[in-house]
């Protein structure tokens, strides 16, 4: 398609007809160019599948061969262009002016080029790539349809640059040293220019590298290359050598859409490209034919494929690129290497990754979430898989949340030195500054520039001022005041704008109302006014120019609302809607809704009739072809309840469907023109026949002119009639005459404006079958696929403006009035915004004409001055309408926010929908009434049938007609029980799941509900804390690996005292051990007998007695030892001891500074060094500190609540109380009772989560009459005679305080007393009372007088008590509440330190690891040098050993010898002949020269001589014979003395070479350790360097400090200076510690001083006492000398005495006798005992036997006195008894028997005593009488 304003090749404007040759030729170039282009693609799109299986290919040849079709028409211009392109001078530059598009004017037309200018651009194409650059310091660059915007941030002055295409611009690019940018521009073959800056002259221009646009440019990092790639359909990957305007590769990038092309800033040979599904790497390699772009498509593997939009290219080569779900993914070749996501598989960004940077050694990424996002470089780099899914888990180190709703595209830094200042490209309408330096003072993301963001719908401008309104789909509506380029206001809402008009004057004459329609159907009237005249109010916002309002919300339409309009009286607004209706409103009665009309489609455009027609119309246009013209509609004043629907029935509307006549013009067009071919052919011929009549004559003529007939081709037919099966949409019109108008309309019928005319009106007419052809068109130029989007006229109606589809402006020059378009011919033409996608949406005009106004689909606002031969003023500038009086203080309607409210025909419907179910639940009403009637009936008879005898009754059955109807309805019940449970099933599930999270969200975290416990008798309260569950730093303590390490020192006293408690315990050991064993022993065995305990004891005093020796042999060898320990650590005369050493050097460097944390010398001491973890302890300390007390303190509040509910039940009882009393004495002595007080539910919170099924059904019930309410109110809305009427008013709710239930069972028991009392009074009221009676009334009269009195005052008392108790913990509360905020403080502070320590953290633990590595290794190496050492002692030990051995062995074998031996000599040389002999087993490897070696030690260099004074004579002598007359014992002694030597001297060497290994081993490790403690000492520097630094940075943290004046001690002048910098925060306990310090310093130096002279006295003492005690030492050992002497006779060893053992022989000869005597005696008391137990026996038996003897005695006694009574009886009574009875004579005989028994027992028992007490007697068994025996059974 070529525009109006395609231009020459050279770039100047030609006349219609060479630009229509031009146009021509540069088709047939480009059908050629696109013929060979595409197939040169096709092999490019092979050659990528060969590379993706391992093979590349280019095709540069014929890319060039394609380039050179395309310009062969001017080859020898191309041949000179490039002798000249190759000798390009740097200084040489463009004219701007030949390259810049201009204006298309129509020949002849005087119409001027500066016609329009461009005055300002309110829009950003938020949503095009890469629309944000940074030119300089200052400025930003960014495309606004076919212009360059620079933007100044500071004064936000616009400069513009012109495309020079006029097709739009595809992308830009800045340089990286940001002295030229380059625009790559859109249209046939375009250019990409590279202008420089800041003179804006084009520099370079870089031709052929697409075919229609560019889609990506950049440059590499040093800017001398520059990347591009086109857009569809080619594709095209290019490499610029821009400065010569050279390309240097070329390559297709792919079959797709490419995004993005970049250079790798470490390889200026690798790009990257990514786009639609793919990523590609590319390189630049060096081939046998030459350099070739080589590409490898990524392959994405198990991964989905994605679009990339971010990536970046790493520098060891790997890509970091983004996702379409959020993810990471790290390229490796051509590979996904791992996919990197959050912990727990979250996603990096919650959406697709639009740009990644690599910034300081770390990655950013910006998200389609408007987060940012800093990752570790290092962590990214060495990122790998872990298992089988191919994530990788990380977290990013900071993280920014820009905003809500905010999607970033794109982010450059600023050059703003000592900040990281960021500026982000937000493709919802915003360009933001962000600060990512993630410090205590980083600032929040400032909104520089706030915009509409997708296709701009509507726009109005004011009728009366420079103001204009837009809204778009982004759901806010904007102000601007086009004259002074500046923003005002803007108002948000749910949905998003469609349809927009300005209130006319006759309505709103300020013009301060905007109608503004949204896509759920909704209008809103807004008012914009000026806030600077309204009331300001305390708390009030800052002032701005302008703010807007709602002041009326209504809802017509059920889907988006496409145009507004009203009536040229200003009586009506008609509302258009895609739910194909227009709604008619009454504008006086704020905005009553008339009705609506159905339209045959939907609604695009409304326009009523002017003032200068007749009558007023309503022209409605839809989309499908159909134009309306309805009457104006009759306003009725019929009441609201009676209508049932809003529509309007009866209107006259005339309907016009359109049908497609451009097939006809186009056929009359041809036949037009081949009629004047025809006709212009004709006088060609009779010309020519004339000519050659004069020249041939006549017949020679008719015979030429014969054959040229018969040579005359055939025609070509005409062009068909064509009808497109679907309709041409329209797209607007206007009226021209009444009952006439003009449409433009899209599609197959674009490029004509059609004139209609309505048909007549006919009632019996379809729509649809209706079929209506234009009566009159105008052709329009250049419009064939560019139809007319938007007209507009001036006001003068000279000017038609016209907005076509693709973003150009078209001005026709009309006659005054000219509305039936005579003259449309003259025209300016001119490309604004963006070809492709910026439709123009709208276009206006100021209310003077002086000002033209679009908006179009690319988010652009572009404001253009018309040309007038008057001057602007330059100081022009709208007037905000000022606000009506008293608008701050009307009320705002309640808006519609819900999408699916009902609208307002909707809303009637249901109005009577409803009215219609309440008729019928009425119906249903009375049915269950009547039901209910016959039920209470039959109860009755049921009643009655019982009450009859059972034999009359009616059983249950029989009331069954039929049984089985009853067992149905029983069935169908329970079916549709079961039923519902089941419908419900889900949604109970759902609920109670949303419960149950809602509760886990908002309740479990909760310790501690808000409760606020009100006063009594003021309006004081207590509020208790908001308490949630302890955060995540309570009672934290993890482990990190910069803990503090232990210093040297510290180490080594740890190990002396290990050493010390480890050597106690050793000696210790023996004694504790068998003290435990004896006790355990002791413990197990049973009772010990005597003889058992003696000999245990002489055991134990044997065992003691060897123990004793033990232990006196150790406690010597202890002794000992400690006697060498104490002579090792003497010191030397030079020592000093380490702690007084770092005690000096600590003075030293301390002592007199105070040395502060800001200071750069000061060094951190070790146990003050902080990480983030102890950081995080404090955090969890302080949080717990904090947490406790507020628990407390709601304890505290909860035990006042408690106390209130418990004083007010006895409060209540006692007004109960009180009201019993009242009851009873006479009114006039009734003290008012107090009122009783409330239990608030404020105070009771708890109460709102306990529920029931009663309270569920309460719920339910007031739910429904809520929306019963509701719709009440809608169907009184719905009758209101005012527009206003559907607005809904929100109400408040009253408040409401509950009681306790005790009141209520108080007042029914106190109700039921009184009752009886008044019951018993009225019982004996006739009775007179007695004075009894009176005396007792008044008696209680006085009691009840008194208990009221008492009743009332402990009411108060309770009161008054409660409310001090309130007082006094709200003061305390408020105290803690001071503490609190304090503590917030603190926490915010502690809070920034870890988020500080926790950037340190990582390298500080990387730092701390090596210190701590290194020092561990210099612990282990000094541990095995230590263990050397011992070793080395060891053996040295042994050596010495051995060598005292050998001398002991020598000397044995001297005084085996024996004096005069005269074999001596013989037998020595024997002992001491060096002999070889065969080595051991476990040495068999080692060399002879180790056996044979000549090193010995100084005490066997007698032996060495005398072996060599002996080595003459070896070879004399044999020492295999024993010589004659040689002891023979002697002889074998000798050889067996020499086999020990030789033994003894082999381990010598053996020993001697461990020592040389060992020390060898020792030199070697001591090397390493000098080593190791350099580097730990450099560790130890860079550590305490990093801790500096941190330490630095945590100085930087701002803390907030309350202080009062008076704290304040910091004077100049005395007066408190504005700069307290440089002064320091001291508390004043710190304070007084540091003035008391200087107190004690000095004492301590007197102190020290004092005890500086008492410790060198008390020296010169000690060495006085030294000398006095070794005299002392010298005596005592003389002493003792002599006393040895004198007791032993010699001088002894004391230790060889101490240690002497005892004679175990005879000690356990001793323990065997005295174990013999102890059996003995054993035995011997055995048998004392059992004498002593006879003895016992025989007793008992004397004493049993006595016993009966007196008996015997007493019963003797008794019989004679009972002989002597029966002997009186007898002579009384008679001789009946005077013969002795028979029994009595038995029983004597008995007793007598008895009695000669016991004396035999007792002689028996006698004897055997006797018996026993001789010894050897035998002793026999007691006698057993037979009368003892017989006598038994008579005692049972």
């Known amino acids: 398609m070529t525009e109006p304003n395609d231009q020459h090749p050279d770039g100047g404007s030609e006349d219609r007809s060479s630009q229509s040759h031009t146009k021509e030729a540069s088709e047939e170039a480009t059908d050629l160019t696109l013929t060979e ?28 061969e394609s380039g050179k079709t395309s310009q062969e028409p001017a080859a020898t211009a191309d041949e000179e262009e490039e002798e000249a392109e190759q000798k390009i001078s740097e200084n040489f530059f463009y004219d701007y002016t030949d390259l810049v598009s201009v204006p298309f004017v129509t020949p002849d037309s005087n119409i001027p080029l500066d016609f329009l200018i461009l005055q300002h651009s309110f829009g950003y194409d938020c949503r095009k790539r890469a629309n944000l650059h940074l030119i300089d310091s200052n400025s930003v660059i960014y495309v606004a349809g076919n212009q360059l915007v620079f933007l100044n941030l500071k004064t936000k002055e616009q400069t513009y640059l012109r495309s020079c295409s006029g097709a739009g611009i595809g992308a830009i690019a800045v340089h990286p040293c940001r002295t030229h940018f380059a625009i790559a521009e859109k249209g046939h073959l375009p250019n990409i220019i590279i202008y420089e800056y800041p003179s804006l ?41 821009w400065k010569e305007e050279k390309p240097i590769l070329r390559k ?8 993005k092309v970049t250079f790798n800033p470490e390889d200026d040979e690798q790009l990257t490209t990514s786009g639609s599904g793919h990523i590609k790497f590319w390189e630049m390699a060096l081939t046998f034919t030459g350099l070739k772009l080589q590409g490898l498509l990524g392959r994405f593997g198990k991964t989905s494929t994605t679009d990339i939009e971010g990536y970046i290219e790493l520098p060891d080569g790997k890509v970091l690129s983004g996702s379409e779900w959020g993810n990471l993914l790290l390229w490796e070749g051509s590979l996904i290497k791992v996919e990197l996501c959050r912990t727990g598989m979250k996603y990096c960004h919650s959406g697709p990754v639009n740009q990644i940077m690599l910034d300081e050694g770390e990655v950013i990424t910006a998200g389609s979430d408007g987060c940012v996002r800093i990752w570790d470089f290092e962590t990214i780099d060495t990122a790998d898989i872990v298992d089988d899914s191919g994530l990788l888990e990380i977290e990013p180190i900071n993280e920014l949340v820009v905003d809500k709703n905010v999607k970033l595209y794109s982010m450059i830094k600023m050059d703003e030195i000592g900040s990281n200042f960021w500026l982000a490209q937000d493709a919802n309408g915003a360009i933001w500054k962000l600060d990512l330096s993630f410090s205590n003072i980083t600032q929040d993301p400032e909104c520089l ?33 086009f004259s002074s380029k500046t923003f005002l206001t803007q108002m948000k809402f749910k949905q998003g704008g469609t349809a927009l008009t300005w209130v006319p004057r006759m309505i709103s004459f300020s013009g301060s109302q905007i109608s503004v329609g949204f896509e759920d159907g909704v209008v809103r009237i807004l008012e914009l006014y000026d806030p600077k005249g309204v009331t300001v109010f305390a708390g009030r916002k800052k002032i701005v120019d302008a703010e807007m309002t709602l002041r009326h919300v209504f809802k017509p339409h059920t889907a988006e609302v496409t145009t507004l309009a009203y009536d040229r009286d200003g009586e009506i607004l008609a509302t258009g809607s895609k739910d194909q209706t227009v709604f008619f409103f009454e504008v006086e009665k704020n905005y009553k809704p008339i009705g609506y009309i159905n339209t045959p489609g939907p609604v695009c455009q409304l326009m009523w009739s002017t003032i200068f027609q007749p009558q007023s119309t309503l022209l409605i246009f839809c989309e499908n072809g159909y134009v309306l013209e309805t009457p104006f509609p009759t306003i009725k004043e019929e009441p609201d309840h009676d209508i049932v629907s809003y ?52 017949n020679e003529a008719r015979e030429l002119q014969e054959q040229e007939e018969e040579e005359i ?298 409760i606020v416990v009100h006063a009594i008798q003021s309006d004081h309260k207590i509020t208790s804390y908001r308490l949630v569950k302890p955060s995540k730093y309570y009672k934290l303590k993890r482990s990190s690996l910069a803990e503090r390490r232990q210093s040297k020192f510290e180490r080594f006293e740890k190990e002396g005292a290990g050493k010390k408690d480890s050597q106690k315990d050793a000696g210790g050991s023996i004694s504790i051990q068998e003290e435990e064993s004896l006790i355990e022993k002791g413990k197990k065995l049973r009772p010990r007998t005597l003889s058992e305990i003696m000999i245990e004891n002489q055991i134990e005093k044997t065992r003691k007695l060897i123990q004793k020796a033990e232990k006196a042999q150790l406690k010597i060898l202890q002794r000992r030892k400690e006697w060498d320990e104490l002579y090792k650590s003497k010191p030397d005369d030079d020592y000093e001891d380490p702690k007084d050493v770092q005690a000096i050097k600590e003075a030293q460097t301390c002592m007199g500074d105070f040395n502060l944390k800001t200071a750069p010398d000061y060094k951190i001491p070790e146990h003050m060094r902080i990480n983030a973890a102890k950081k995080e302890e404090e955090l969890g300390q302080l949080d717990s500190l904090v947490h406790r007390k507020k628990r407390h303190m709601n304890k505290c509040i909860i035990s006042l609540r408690d106390l209130k509910v418990a004083v007010v039940e006895e409060i209540q009882c006692l007004i109960q109380e009180l009201k019993t009393i009242h009851s009873i004495i006479h009114t006039s002595k009734h003290i008012p009772i107090p009122q009783p007080p409330q239990i608030y539910p404020d105070e009771i919170p708890e109460k709102r989560f306990q529920y029931n099924e009663e309270t569920l059904v309460k719920f339910k019930q007031k739910q429904m009459k809520t929306e019963e309410g509701k719709l009440e109110l809608g169907r009184q809305s719905l009758s209101m005679s005012t527009g206003g009427g559907f607005l809904k008013v929100s109400s408040g709710k009253d408040g409401y305080v509950t009681t306790r239930d005790s ?106 690891e ?130 020990k030597r030789l033994d003894i001297e082999d381990a010598l060497v053996e020993e001697k070479k461990i020592v040389d290994n060992l020390k060898k081993e020792y030199d070697t490790m001591s090397k390493k350790v000098k080593v190791v403690a350099m580097n730990l000492n450099a560790a130890e520097e860079a550590l305490e360097a990093y801790q500096r630094e941190k330490q630095q940075r945590l100085n930087e943290l701002l803390v907030a400090i309350p202080l009062k004046l008076h704290q304040i001690e910091y004077m100049v002048l005395g007066e408190i200076p504005d700069d307290l910098s440089g002064t320091l925060v001291f508390s004043n306990h710190s304070l007084e510690n540091l003035q008391k310090r200087i107190v004690q310093l000095q004492d301590e130096n007197n102190k020290q001083q004092k005890l500086n002279k008492e410790c060198r006295e008390r020296r010169k003492m000690l060495i006085r006492e030294k000398s006095e005690m070794a005299k002392n030492i010298q005596e005592m050992e003389e002493t003792v000398r002599q006393l040895m002497i004198s007791k032993f006779g010699r001088v002894i060893d004391l230790e060889a005495l101490q240690t002497l053992s005892v004679n175990t022989t005879l000690e356990e000869l001793k323990i065997r006798k005295l174990r013999k005597e102890l059996g003995n005696a054993k035995e011997l008391k055995m048998w004392e005992e059992k004498i002593a137990r006879m003895r016992w026996e025989l007793m008992m038996k004397t004493k049993e036997h006595t016993k009966k003897l007196h008996q015997m005695n007493d019963l003797c006694i008794e019989k004679k006195k009972l002989d002597s009574r029966l002997n009186t009886l007898q002579n009384q009574q008679g001789n009946a008894f005077q013969t002795p009875r028979k029994s009595n004579i038995v029983a004597k005989e008995k007793l007598t028997e008895l009695i000669h028994a016991q004396a035999e027992k007792i002689s028996a028992l006698k004897e055997e005593i006797a018996l026993l007490r001789k010894k050897g007697g035998l002793i026999l068994p007691p006698i057993q009488s037979r009368t003892e025996d017989e006598m038994k059974p008579m005692d049972l």
């Open 37 to 64: 282009g595409d197939k040169s693609y096709f092999e490019d799109d092979d050659s990528d599948i060969e590379e993706t299986e391992g093979s590349t290919s280019s095709n540069e040849e014929d890319y060039m």
């Open 201 to 241: 002259r084009p520099y370079r221009i870089l031709r052929n590298g697409a075919v229609n646009a560019y889609a990506y440019i950049d440059f590499n990092d040093t800017g001398t290359l520059l990347a591009s790639v086109g857009s569809y359909p080619d594709y095209t990957l290019t490499i610029w050598n």
């Open 252 to 259: 297709k990038a792919f079959s797709q859409d490419v995004f």
């Open 449 to 481: 520039f706030s915009f509409h963001s997708g296709p701009i719908e509507a726009l109005a401008v004011s009728p009366i001022t420079y103001l204009l309104a837009t809204t778009a789909l982004d759901c806010t509506v904007r102000i601007y005041d």
């Open 647 to 698: 529509e309007i029935h009866g209107l006259c509307i005339k309907c016009f469907h359109f049908s497609s006549i451009k097939s006809k013009i186009l056929r009359s067009l041809e036949i037009e023109r081949r009629q004047k071919l025809k006709e212009q052919k004709e006088k060609e011929k009779e010309e020519k026949m004339r000519m050659l009549i004069e020249d041939l004559g006549e």
């Open 713 to 1010: 081709v055939e025609e070509e037919p005409l062009p068909a009639i064509f009808i497109p099966t679907f309709p041409s949409p329209i797209l607007c019109g206007f009226y021209s005459e009444p009952g006439k108008f003009w449409v433009s309309l899209g599609g197959y019928d674009s490029g004509f404006l059609y004139h209609c005319e309505f048909p007549p009106y006919d009632k019996n007419s379809d729509f649809k079958t209706q079929k209506d052809e234009p009566f009159d068109y105008r052709i329009l130029d250049d419009a064939e696929d560019n139809p007319i989007q938007a007209v507009t006229f001036s006001i003068s109606q000279t000017m038609m403006f016209c907005g076509m589809r693709n973003g150009a402006i078209r001005v026709y020059v009309l006659n005054q009035r000219d509305f039936s378009l005579k003259k449309l011919k003259n025209f300016w033409h001119f490309s604004m915004h963006d070809n492709d996608y910026g439709c123009v949406k709208g276009i206006a005009t100021s209310f003077d004409d002086r000002f033209l106004v679009t908006i179009g689909a690319d988010s652009n606002i572009f404001v253009f001055n018309i040309f007038s031969e008057l001057e602007l003023q330059e100081t022009i500038r709208a007037k905000v309408p000022s606000p009506r009086l008293g608008i701050e203080a009307e009320p705002i309607p309640e808006d519609i926010e819900d999408p699916k409210a009902y609208s307002i025909e909707n809303a009637r419907r249901k109005r009577e929908y409803d009215k219609l179910m309440k008729e019928v639940e009425e119906i249903k009403a009375i049915k269950r009434e009547n039901i209910k009637v016959l039920r209470n009936k039959f109860l009755n008879l049921l009643a009655m049938n019982k009450e009859l005898p059972a034999h009359m009754q009616f059983k249950r059955t029989d009331f069954d007609i039929d049984s089985k109807i009853r067992a149905d309805i029983n069935k169908n019940t329970a079916h549709k029980i079961q039923q519902v449970e089941r419908e419900l099933a889900w949604d109970k599930e759902k609920y109670d799941l949303g419960l149950k999270k809602l509760q886990r969200r908002f309740r479990d975290p909760l310790e501690n509900d808000t």
């Open 1303 to 1408: 009141l209520s069972r108080s007042s029914k028991a106190s109700a039921y007393g009184l009752g009886l009392d008044i019951l018993k009074s009225t019982e004996f009221e006739k009775a007179e009372p007695t004075e009894v009676e009176l005396e007792i009334a008044k008696r209680d009269e006085v009691k009840h007088l008194y208990m009221q009195q008492y009743l009332n005052d402990r009411i108060h008392e309770l009161i008054v008590t409660f409310d001090a108790e309130l007082h006094l913990l709200r003061h305390q509360k408020l105290k803690l509440d001071t503490q609190m905020k304090l503590s917030d403080l603190h926490h915010v502070t502690l809070f920034q330190e870890m988020l500080l320590l926790k950037n340190f953290e990582k390298q500080e633990n990387i730092l701390q």
């Open 1410 to 1539: 090596r210190v701590n590595s290194l020092d561990k290794e210099e612990q282990d190496m000094q541990w095995k040098i230590n263990e050397t050492l011992k070793e080395m002692e060891e053996k040295r030990n042994g050596i010495s050993t051995l060598l005292e051995q050998e001398k002991a062995l020598y000397a044995s074998f001297q005084i085996a010898l024996g004096e005069n031996n005269k074999f001596a000599n013989f037998l020595i040389k024997v002992l001491k002949k060096k002999i070889k002999r065969a080595k051991k087993k476990e040495v068999e490897g080692d060399a002879d020269e180790d056996e044979e070696s000549e090193s010995s030690s100084e005490d066997e260099s007698s032996l060495e001589s005398d072996e060599d004074e002996s080595g003459s004579e070896d070879e004399v002598f044999d020492d295999s014979i024993c010589p004659s007359n040689c002891n023979p014992a002697l002889f074998e002694l000798a050889l067996q003395q020499r086999e």
